[in-house]
């Protein structure tokens, strides 16, 4: 024993020895390796251990919704709803990450908690940019992970059409009372969106949407008073007259979604269809109909906008456009796809309360009619899924008018009409929505439909940033559409 | 008389003129000579030896890897630790490139799988003839590589010849001119997308000197020169870098010699560094080229393509087809004429580096050789 230890108690003994061990042990490159390899292996098999049970922060469900909240009240009255399961089961719901979509469904989760306490919904958030080639691949591979799912309508033919998609119709069937509100409160346009057909030609139901979506007319109040614009643009024209007014001493009249690709062609459509304008004016199996009229002016109105734009309105998606108006750089933009962006204080603080929203313009000509691009995304049962009849209670659920308030207070943008209505204190641009649904123009139902809208973006960005004539791009884009139908087999 | 063709000493023609002072060639030139009278001589040797080495095998003439149970222990145990490996670039790199490869032999829409068809070469022709879209896509993406390329190169080189030499500050400078590689490209490039913003740094900069913002990323004119500038900030480090690591490598002897002999830098370079250079200048060339060739990252967080056409570029284009289009077979098409077309360049690349070498070694060669065969036929 050491000099030094001497006169320790044992324990202090012991210490100083594993000290002095410790001072004079060598630590060499290879000693080092082989400590660094068991640390990392023991913190692996800890991390990938069973995991600890998440503390609940959130407060007990009684304390956040009432016993006599409408839709519970509601969902007692619906049929066909299956028995409740004794043990608990979890249904799968793949969402767009973010407002509109998984926000909405997180916030009236804990109300269908209280009506379904043994049915648990995992809500799966993936961003937007990403989620549907992703849906595509799952669907293709025949996936069973997933219950219900959010995708964006222009998929809706091609799912029905690859059989990965439930048919809701005899679902809703069952509940008569359901459906004849779904039926009086949704736009039809808006429901065909997820049929397999029209209404009027039999479609069936494949999904049902809680959500809706057109572009919008978006301006500045204020600058529009100060500028002594009383009346607000009906036509295209108009729009390019407005612009011009308000362009000026650092400030811009335009912006749009203008991005090379399907950003660019969504402007072109609200315009093509205002002027009475058809992409397959003669059905999908005859020549595209582009090279028209109408199409030659929707290109003109573009270009006679571009020296009103914005910097960055070439390159411009949603996010980038309504940055600009956000910023106050654009003080108008004729048709831009946004919503509660633009109106909430949280996301525009400059000008939230300043925000005017009305119907996109419409041509000036004798077709000419108010035609905003429709978008929106709807909910629907894959075919592979374990649970189709809870997961169908789950898409009445998030579509029922009773969790109107709690879905509109989580930033969702309903497609009931009167949804939009009665909550347009909590988004001024509801109404706005509101008429314009019954006139919004679908995409085409068809495969084919993105790679056409990217073939034809190219041109219309080659018109706006002054490389092609609009003429010379309607001629290109026309040879360019009629080429991929012909290879896709609509004719020869 | 110091003898003929050390370094550092001017070798004399056979008409007594002074010939041009390449030191380090008569250098390499004796050696290569040298080395290959040793060849020549051993060559005889190896015969000989090779005879030794059968009569050396137990009673008869084995074949050389002897099958005996050692040695096909020896072989499992190799294959056991490689297997491993191979299974997983089999999994990861070979049956997916095998995979696209098929599918780019098809008419393939990720929204009609059952509707997959075979187009043989459909495709390609499809891409290559009738497609509008994909030569210009190529055109800029040739004047991207070429710009880029042909920058940093230029640049790199010139910062590598000022940071090889001895001063102080020197390894700090060094140390702080390679940050940008270390930096993540998408980081990069959004952060370069805030610097380009209409009220970004540098329009404020331009301000304060009274000049007008431009509309860097926004501009049809201005994007593409955008997208280079940045690039070329973040990967001439690297140029550097290794053509420092070339420059250093250049034996020292060589370099003081050519000071004793009183060379210009202008020849200096061109006679000595260059040559000696040359390898590595060539790795870094193809380097920078595949890289270019393959741009992705900047491009998609700067512009996206945008705007208009200006910098849509064939990695971008490739990625439209697929996550835009879903043309799977389509997209795979474009994927290995891309391949094919970085293979090209680099082949014509090292093809045009490596003869001129190849050439100027010979004839230099044959010319020290004369020298000294007359040399020593002066001194016998």
Known sequence: MAAEHEGLGPEQQNVAKRLEKLRTTTVNRRRLMINAGIAAGLIGAVRMGPEAPAASAAPALQDTVAADHPAILAAKEWVGAPAEPDAPIVLVNWEPAGERWELPKRGVYPIWQMIHPNVQIEIQATPIGEIFPKIQLAMASKSDRYDVIDDDYAFFPQLIAGGHLTNLQSYLDVDEAYKTDIYSDVPENILNLYRDKPLAEGGQLHGLPPDGNCQLMVYRKDVFEKAGITTLPETWPDAIDVAKELTGAGQYGFTATLRRGFWATHCFNTIFWSHGGEWFGNGYNEPPTLDVEAGVMALQTLLALMPYAAPGTLNAVDDEANALIITGSAVFAPNLWGGSVWTNQSTNPQYFDKIGVDIVPKGANADGDHRPIMGGLGLFVPTYSKNPDWAWQWIKFCCSKEIGKEWVENLGQPARLSLLTEYASIQPYFPALARSFPKAHRMEPIPETGELYEVFGTEVANVTTGAKAPEQALTDAQKAVEEIMRKAGYYN | ?380
């Open chain 2, 1 to 380: 008389m110091p003898p003929v063709g050390d370094a550092g000493v001017l070798p004399r023609c056979g008409d007594g003129r002074q010939c041009r002072p390449f030191p380090y060639r008569l250098e390499q030139g004796r050696r290569a000579a040298e080395t290959r009278r040793v060849t020549e001589q051993m060559r005889g040797a190896n015969e000989v030896s090779a005879v030794s080495e059968a009569q050396a095998d137990i009673g008869t003439a084995l074949p050389r890897r002897a099958v005996t149970g050692r040695g096909q222990q020896r072989d499992w145990i190799r294959w056991a630790f490689l297997l491993p490996t191979v299974i997983v670039l089999f999994v990861i790199t070979i049956y997916p490139m095998l995979n696209s490869l098929w599918n780019s032999l098809h008419y393939f829409n990720l929204f009609t799988p059952d509707d997959k068809r075979f187009v043989g070469l459909g495709n390609y022709v499809d891409l290559l003839r009738n497609d509008p879209t994909f030569w210009p896509v190529m055109q800029i993406t040739f004047i991207y590589t070429i710009g880029v390329v042909a920058v940093q190169f230029v640049a790199g080189l010139g910062m590598a010849l000022l940071l090889d030499r001895a001063m102080r500050g020197i390894s700090l400078l060094r140390t702080l001119i390679i940050i940008p590689i270390l930096i993540s490209p998408v980081v990069v490039g959004l952060t370069w997308r805030y610097m380009y913003e209409p009220w970004g740094v540098l329009n404020y900069v331009l301000g304060r000197f009274g000049i007008a913002p431009i509309e860097w990323v926004s501009s049809p004119s201005y994007a593409l020169i955008s997208i280079m500038v940045v690039d070329i900030w973040q990967w001439t480090p690297f140029v550097v870098l290794v053509l420092l690591a070339g420059l250093q490598s250049i034996p020292r002897e060589v370099v003081e010699a050519s000071a004793l002999d009183g060379l210009k830098f202008r020849q200096h370079f061109t006679r000595i560094v260059w040559p000696l250079l040359r390898p590595v200048a060539l790795i870094v060339l193809l380097i920078r080229m595949m890289d270019a060739l393959k741009v992705f990252d900047t491009v998609y967080v700067l512009t996206r393509g945008g705007p208009g056409t200006s910098t849509y570029v064939a990695s971008m284009y490739n990625y439209v087809l697929f996550f835009g289009n879903y043309q799977v077979g389509y997209a795979a098409a474009m994927s290995y004429i891309i391949l094919i077309i970085v293979n090209v360049f680099a082949i014509a690349l090292i093809f045009a580096l490596s003869d001129r070498q190849t050439k100027d070694e010979s004839s230099d060669t044959v010319e020290i050789e004369r020298l000294t065969a007359a040399d020593a036929a002066s001194a016998a």
